[in-house]
T-cell receptor, first 111, second 110 residues
């Protein structure tokens, strides 16, 4: 039982490049979330999903897209990376509105 | 809307000192309350939770009681260890989107 896994763990991008972050969970959770964490800003919600095939915007969705084609996977895409997207990205999942389970994070640097 | 306010850090303590990290919330209805801990370089992990008023959550020597009358969920530990050094987040559940506090950094010196 791996819980929540994130791929990759680290990535460096040049401005304008694109990439996809993958989140996978093996707990059969309906709800999944993408957050970014920046110093002094706490956690900020980017997008979330309450079920397969559904997504919704969070607090800071601009510059990101998501997809939830399978219940266990939640993908976060950056179409044209900007230095302001340098951050640590966390994925989380939960059984409805119960406690969340977090992945280990992806550290992204955009130069 | 919902909100969570927790004390700003860092909180710096000596080993074996008593810890309190304050957390207050505003919410409609009867949300669940959580404390998460984040160790350096890791994701958040659930420390304890309480799902209704007067519930006490506890884990690893940490405790917090759901106080509806004061809308608070303060985290306490009687004797901290160096290994407790981490960032602690108070959070509110009960809707699609959980609400997190900004986090409180705890530094414990030997």
């Amino acid at each position: 039982n791996a819980g929540v896994t994130q791929t990759p763990k680290f990535r460096v991008l040049k401005t304008g490049q694109s990439m996809t972050l993958l989140c996978a969970q093996d707990m059969n959770h309906e709800y999944m979330y993408w957050y970014r964490q920046d110093p002094g800003m706490g956690l900020r919600l980017i997008h979330y999903s309450v079920g397969e095939g559904t997504t919704a915007k969070g607090e800071v969705p601009d510059g990101y897209n998501v997809s939830r084609l399978k219940k266990q996977n939640f993908l976060l895409g950056l179409e044209s990376a900007a230095p302001s997207q340098t951050s640590v990205y966390f994925c989380a999942s939960s059984y409805r509105t119960a406690e969340q389970y977090f992945g280990p994070g992806t550290r992204l640097t955009v130069t | 809307g919902n909100s969570v306010t927790q004390m700003e850090g860092p909180v710096t303590l000596s080993e074996e000192a008593f810890l309190t990290i304050n957390c207050t919330y505003t919410a409609t209805g009867y949300p669940s309350l959580f404390w998460y801990v984040q160790y350096p370089g890791e994701g958040l992990q659930l420390l304890l939770k309480a799902t209704k008023a007067d519930d006490k959550g506890s884990n690893k020597g940490f405790e917090a009681t759901y106080r509806k009358e004061t809308t608070s969920f303060h985290l306490e530990k009687g004797s901290v260890q160096v290994s407790d050094s981490a960032v602690y987040f108070c959070a509110l559940g009960g809707s699609y989107i959980p609400t997190f506090g900004r986090g409180t950094s705890l530094i414990v010196h030997p």
